[in-house]
C-alpha cells in the first residue's frame, strides 16, 4: 500500500505566498518523478510542475518564474512554494508520484486525494 498526503492548501490573497507538502509513505522501495498537477472548476487536469529522481525540473508556462518544486528524498516528500499567486492559481492541487513498490516489479503513479488552493481578496 502507498499513500501521498498533501498539507498546506488554503487561502491567500493575490500576490501572496504559500508552500505545499506531499508526503510518500508506505512500503516504497523507489520514488523516481514527482509533481505537482492542478484542477480548477469546469476545467481538466493540468500539470503544474514535476521533478525527477535526477535531473532538470519542469513547470508550465502558467507557473515559470512564481512557483519552485523541490524535493527531500530522504523524506520522500516533495514541495511546491508558490509566490506571486493570482486568482487563475486558484484549483485544487494533487500530488502525483511514480513509484515501485517492494517487491513489486511494476512502476506504476499515485496521486493525492488533492488539496484547495484559493487566491482572492
Known amino acids: 500500500q502507498v499513500q501521498l498526503v498533501e498539507t498546506g492548501g488554503g487561502l491567500v490573497q493575490p500576490g501572496g505566498s504559500l508552500r505545499l507538502s506531499c508526503v510518500a509513505s508506505?512500503?516504497?522501495?523507489?520514488?523516481?518523478?514527482m509533481g505537482w498537477y492542478r484542477q480548477a472548476p469546469g476545467k481538466q487536469r493540468e500539470l503544474v510542475a514535476v521533478i525527477p529522481s535526477g535531473g532538470s525540473t519542469n513547470y508550465a508556462d502558467s507557473v515559470k518564474g512564481r512557483f519552485t518544486i523541490s524535493r527531500d528524498n530522504a523524506k520522500n516528500t516533495v514541495y511546491l512554494s508558490m509566490n506571486s499567486t493570482i486568482p487563475e492559481d486558484t484549483a485544487v492541487y494533487y500530488c502525483?508520484?511514480?513509484?515501485?513498490?517492494?517487491?513489486?516489479?511494476?512502476?506504476?503513479?499515485?496521486w493525492g486525494q488533492g488539496t484547495q488552493v484559493t487566491v482572492s481578496s
Open positions: 502525483y508520484a511514480r513509484i515501485k513498490r517492494t517487491l513489486a516489479i511494476l512502476i506504476l503513479d499515485y
Open positions: 508506505g512500503n516504497i522501495a523507489t520514488v523516481y518523478a
